[in-house]
């Protein structure tokens, strides 16, 4: 089946504006993950979905950043007023669940995101 | 706060040598996994070890899990160009249930063999 697919694949921005980053799991699996990679860096987790629900977001950098899911199935990452700083790449992933042996995790290929 | 080390952070070889790369921790973790993930794409899942002292083989890799859930190794036997890319450890906190919240990530082994 198909994988984790995710959009736009590239993105380049200006300081300030908002952006929208989306991302399509792994048909059944409940559980979706948001990280992101910066240059040199491991993956900094983000925030995990269980079905539509997000139990933690502390690992959301600023207040400026937001994510959604709806249906248990596609999610989105919003950044406002977007800074130089958040250039990275912004990774999903998901599972068939959270517990056990099914929190493996299947990424999709990333949004590069660069502001300017 | 749990912590993996990766070690070497990079590591250029050449085609035919053998390598091992090592993740640790002062953590027990209840599993981890290895990805591999090339540039321009996303992590993908080698392996998973459960068991303290579980060996895993795929193909010409070789993976092991500390008898105290605290390091791993990754071993590649005559190493192929097609090896080259960052090489990723991830461990599932032991007292999480495997969640999200508990899966800590390694900064990666940059390996690069060359022809």
Known sequence: GAGVSQSPSNKVTEKGKDVELRCDPISGHTALYWYRQSLGQGLEFLIYFQGNSAPDKSGLPSDRFSAERTGGSVSTLTIQRTQQEDSAVYLCASSFDVWGANYEQYFGPGTRLTVT | TQLLEQSPQFLSIQEGENLTVYCNSSSVFSS????????????????TVVTGGEVKKLKRLTFQFGDARKDSSLHITAAQPGDTGLYLCAGAGIYSGGGADGLTFGKGTHLIIQP
């Open chain 2, 32 to 47: 981890l996994q290895w990805y591999r993930q090339e540039p321009g794409e996303g992590p993908v899942l080698l392996v």
